[in-house]
C-alpha cells in the first residue's frame, strides 16, 4: 500500500470526509423540495421503459388484439412469439424486464416516503410527493401481481445486500392488493386535483388514483366501490372527451382534457424520446411506414393487428384509420400487413419520437362506469346506456338500445350490455395495454382465446397449435428471481 494512502488515514477523519456537500449522494441529497421533486421524478422514469419495452408485449400481443409479422429471415425474436402463443419460458426476457423495471420503480418510491417525513419540505408539497410515491408504488405492484400473482412486498428502502435477500419471498395476492388499496386510497387524500405549472403537465393526480383504485376494485368484483369512484372522477369535472378521437395520440396535444394519465416522452437524443413505429412497423417495410429505415433484423413486426382485432371494428367506426395502417403490402407474399399506427407521428431524426402512451383516458373512466352500473343492476337505456353511447357517437357509430330492430344495436339483457362493453373497450382502448387484462378481469381468457388460437392457427401455419391449449392466466415467475428464493 503506498505510503502516502497510510498517511492519510493515520490523519483523522478531518482529512478524509465520505459525503462533501460538493457532491450529490444518499447521504446529503433527501433534503430539499427540489431534491426530493427529482427523486419522485426518478419514480416514474422506469414506466418510460416498460411502455417502450415489454408491458405491450404482456398485456397486447398476449391478448386476440395482436400478433407477429413472421420474420423468415431473422428468428431471434422468438421470445415475442413465446409469449403471444402461451408457450414463454421463465426466463423469457420479456417478464424478466417487466419485472426488475417495475421493482425498480417500486425502490425508488419506497426511498422516497421513507425519507420525506423527516424532511424541512413544506407540508403542501411534502403530501403531494406523497401521493405521487405511493402511486407509482400502487399501480407498479397492480402489473405485478395481474402479470405474476405472489410476488415479493417491499414498503421500505432496501439498504444492504443482507437485506435484499431477505425480502425476495413472494407474498400473497391478497396482501399484495391490500397494499395496494391502501396505498391508491393514501394517494387520493394527498394529491391535488389538477396542476397549473405546465411542467408539472403529466404528473398523477387525485382523478389518476381514483381511477386506479377503481380498476382495482373491479378486479376484486367490488362494483360498488369501484362506481363511487368514477362517479367522484365524472363529478370532478376536470376531463371530458374530444371530440377528435385522433387528437388522443397527436404529439401537438399531449396531456389534453381526455388524458387522466399517459407516459411521457420528448423527442431527442436525450434518452427520454420513445420508438414505438419502429416495432410496430411491418420488419420489412424499410421507411415507408415509419418515414426512416425501421432497422434490420428481428427489430420491428411486432404488435401487429390480428384479423379478429380488425373484424371487432363495425362498418364505419372512425376509430380504425385512426388506430390501425393497413397501406402496407409485403413484397414477398403481395398480402396486407397491418399495423399498430396510433403512435406514428413526424419526428426529426430514426428511432426517437416523441410520442406519449396512454394509461388512462376519460373514455376508460365513463366505460368503466357504465360496465360498474350493469354489474350492479340491469337498466334497460339506463345510465350505462348513455355512458355506453357517448363513446360510440364520437366513433361515428349509432347508439345501442334495448329495444332497437337492428339486432346489431340491441341490447336486450346484462349479458348482452357485458359483451357490448367488451367489444367497445376492444376498439376503443386498442393498442393501450388494457385488454389482456381486460380478459382477465371478466375471466373470458379460455372463452375469447381457445377459439381464437384455433383461428390463428389455420391462418398462419407457423403459429405452434399445442400453445393455445394451455391458456396461462399468469406469466411465469423469471427464473433468476426463483433462484433467489430463501431455501
Known sequence: MPFAFLTLMG???????????????????????????????GAYAPLQGLYTGPFWVLAEMRSDNTSYQYNTVDRSGFPFEEVDEFREISNNTHTTNFFNNSFQGISRANVVLDRIGASSVDAASKDQIIGEATFLRAFYYFNLVRIFGDVPLVLKEVKSTDESFLIAARKSSAEIYAQILEDAKTAIQKLPESYTAATDKGRVTKGTARTLLA????????????????????QSNKYQLLSNYADNFSITKKNGAESVFEIQYVEGPNGENSNFIYSFAPYNSGSSVAGFAVGSGAAAGWNIPTQDM?????????????SVGL?????????????????LSPHAVRFQTADNFPVYR????????AECLNETGFTPDGEAFSLLNQIRKRAGLSDKTSSNADVNLKIGS????????AKERQVELAFENHRWFDLLRTNKVAEVMAPHGIREKAAKSYVISVSYQDLKTLYQYPLREQQLLPK
Open 310 to 322: 380488425l373484424d371487432a371494428y363495425e362498418p364505419g367506426d372512425l376509430r380504425k384509420a385512426v
Open 362 to 369: 376519460y373514455s376508460d373512466v365513463l366505460l368503466m362506469l
Open 414 to 421: 346484462q349479458d348482452d350490455f357485458r359483451k357490448a362493453i
Open 11 to 41: 490523519c483523522g477523519e478531518d482529512y478524509l470526509n465520505l459525503n462533501p456537500e460538493v457532491n450529490q449522494s444518499a447521504g446529503n441529497f433527501y433534503k430539499t423540495k427540489t431534491q426530493f421533486v427529482q427523486a419522485v421524478n
Open 215 to 234: 380498476e382495482v376494485y373491479m378486479t376484486q368484483k367490488n362494483f360498488a366501490a369501484a362506481t363511487t369512484e368514477l362517479r367522484a372522477i365524472v
Open 327 to 343: 397501406n402496407f403490402t409485403d413484397p414477398v407474399s403481395g398480402k396486407v400487413v397491418p399495423y399498430v399506427k396510433k403512435y
